[in-house]
């Protein structure tokens, strides 16, 4: 794939000039498609996820399914619903089919983005905002991950796109339908963070363009918030005749009582992810990898001048500036500056809530990368140099691994005596010592833009280092992809002993038993999933007799808690670590003492 980017090749040039979005649609179905059905699910949250969709499959209950045990899904449906529609065909919801709406929603916002700015901006500065998104963890990361977020970043940011078309072309003049259908779509994703945030957003931007009076932006925003949320009435009003008033005290805690801090007794879990302000900024660094590192270098490359004149006039004139720039670029600047507020007031911050801002960091990005690139050219070199550098004793270290010259778990094993790190890394190993086509295959197209790099750097043309640098980066993501992770998951899956208790014992739909209390217990999603969501209550439903499954600590508590009511017999445990829950994890049969 990097000789694609090398612009050398006539079908490449035709390709970057005559269609570009086709080009980067084929780079982002390179990278994440083919890698997305390699690994198990070896997280809590995407087995989670999927067994939403397993249940809305069988019981054909597509307002409210079940979770886990007893649970219900109270988040909202769209991510569960494509789920459970991609996997309609094929009768049962794989690990491919369960990431595939956040690897859709991740092409297209890419072919948006490409789309709003390359129209609206200089052409290469909006390719090279694309390269740098697809490149970058977080995003390459979430669009790989049967999660929510990258559906909802999605309809999010393809709705802020459009919000900004209706004031640039109609001036707030008639709502184009699609406006509340995107929107309505973010609200079904997630719930109203789905259309409060585009709206804060719009409003701000409003305010700053000072063309509109109060009363006009207060009626746009209120038309918008209005249409956006009939689709997901339907859906909430559905949900709450299902579920009852439980389901209200859900949604109630789950929206607000996170965003204003506020104690929710009424539910039996912690909300969670409770960090500082300096998290956000921390997790947007490490979530813009590698190209955090690009702007670190750079720094040093810049001549620092101090502004003439007093504190107020600097801040003065740079407001100024902010208030004079390209609308675009004024939009693009609010809309990321708002989310990163509006993200730094919940109590819960996880680093994937600030997706929405990646595609307007990535503008000024790109602009900034390709000054860096024409000025001060010693920057752009370092920085092929350093990737280059580390990707070379990478390859070298996977080379000799491969010949079976190095036994990394030898090595590690001087440094660590975790063994989860430490299966991690012999998982990995293994994927290479037995090297696979695939594996070989990956590591050759590695080797191919590192020398591109390199051959870049001998000709001294800077922008092309900057392409070389980019596609060096995709194909240490496919290398990431396509091994490494492949390996890891492999390695702390709950499939292997899910398919050896479904052989060995009679387990069936009405036997399996489970705790489902989050304040004492490990829920076990991975299990769940793979012994296809059948899993019941046992303090909820006191039964005579069936299988159990718990983590060994639990067990004892377990123990302790029934001793006298029920005899546990333990009949077999998970060889292996299973990574969710970071130990292994017992089967036993247990008998009601009568």
Request: aromatic share 14%.
């Amino acid at each position: 794939s990097s000789y694609k980017k090398n612009m050398r090749t006539p079908t490449l040039q035709y390709l970057y000039l005559q269609k570009p979005v086709t080009m980067v649609i084929i780079i982002c179905i390179i990278s994440v498609l083919p890698w997305i059905g390699l690994g198990d699910f070896s997280t809590k949250g995407e087995p989670r996820e999927a067994s939403v969709a397993i249940s809305m499959l069988e019981s054909g209950n597509w307002i409210l399914p079940q979770v886990y045990a007893n649970e219900f899904a109270y988040k909202p449906p769209m991510a569960h619903w494509l789920m459970a529609a991609f996997s309609y065909p094929q009768g049962y919801v794989s690990e491919f089919t369960s990431r595939l709406p956040s690897t859709i929603a991740f092409i297209c916002l890419m072919g948006c983005t490409l789309m709003f700015f390359g129209r609206r901006i200089k052409f290469q500065q909006a390719f090279i905002a694309t390269l740098l998104l697809l490149t970058c963890i977080e995003m390459h990361r979430a669009a790989m991950t049967t999660r929510v977020d990258m559906l909802l970043t999605t309809f999010i940011v393809i709705g802020l796109y459009q919000l900004f078309r209706w004031e640039d072309q109609l001036e707030l003049k008639g709502l184009p339908v699609i406006i509340p259908v995107l929107l309505g779509c973010a609200v079904l994703t997630k719930g109203p963070v789905g259309v409060i945030l585009p709206l804060f957003v719009f409003g701000a931007y409003l305010l700053m363009l000072r063309k509109y009076s109060l009363l006009t932006i207060f009626k746009a925003l209120l038309y918008i918030g209005v249409s956006s949320l009939f689709l997901p009435l339907l859906w909430y009003i559905a949900a709450w005749k299902q579920g009852g008033d439980k389901f209200l005290d859900v949604v109630l805690a789950e929206n607000f009582g996170r965003f204003f801090h506020l104690n929710t007794p009424d539910i039996n879990y912690d909300l969670g992810h409770e960090n500082g302000v300096w998290y956000n900024f921390m997790t947007l660094a490490a979530g813009f990898i590698p190209w955090t590192i690009f702007f670190f270098f750079s720094l040093f490359g810049l001549n620092w001048q101090r502004k003439k004149g007093s504190f107020k006039q600097v801040l003065k004139d740079s407001w100024n500036n902010i208030l004079s720039m390209e609308k675009e670029k004024l939009f693009s600047l609010v809309a990321l500056v708002c989310i990163i507020f509006f993200y730094s007031i919940p109590s819960s911050k996880r680093s994937v809530y600030l997706m929405p801002a990646y595609p307007f960091i990535a503008i000024f990005l790109a602009q900034y990368a390709i000054y860096i690139t024409e000025y001060r050219t010693k920057v752009t070199r370092i920085f092929a140099a350093f990737l280059a550098s580390v990707t070379t004793v990478v390859l070298i270290a996977i080379g000799l691994t491969m010949i079976g010259v190095i036994d990394p778990v030898a090595i590690a094993s001087q440094y660590t005596s975790r063994t989860s790190t430490l299966a991690q890394v012999e998982a990995v190993s293994n994927i290479f010592s037995f090297s696979y086509g695939l594996t070989v295959c990956i590591v050759i197209v590695v080797l191919v833009a590192l020398l591109t790099v390199l051959y870049q750097m001998f000709k001294k043309i800077n922008i092309k280092i900057l392409y070389a640098t980019i596609a060096l980066s995709f194909t240490i993501n496919l290398l990431i992809d396509g091994v490494i992770m492949r390996g890891i998951r492999q390695d702390g899956s709950a499939r292997p002993f899910a398919e050896k208790v479904m052989k060995e014992y009679p387990l069936n739909e009405n036997n399996m038993f489970v705790m489902n209390n989050l304040k004492k217990y490990r829920n076990l999603y991975g299990l769940n999933f793979y012994l296809g969501n059948r899993f019941h209550n046992f303090e909820q439903e006191m039964p005579e007799e069936g299988f159990f499954f718990a983590t060994s600590s639990d067990l004892e508590v377990v123990l302790k808690n029934y001793e006298g009511q029920y005899t546990f017999n333990i009949l077999t445990s998970s060889e292996r670590i299973i990574h969710e829950v970071r130990r292994p994890v017992v089967l036993c049969s247990f008998l009601r003492v009568k």
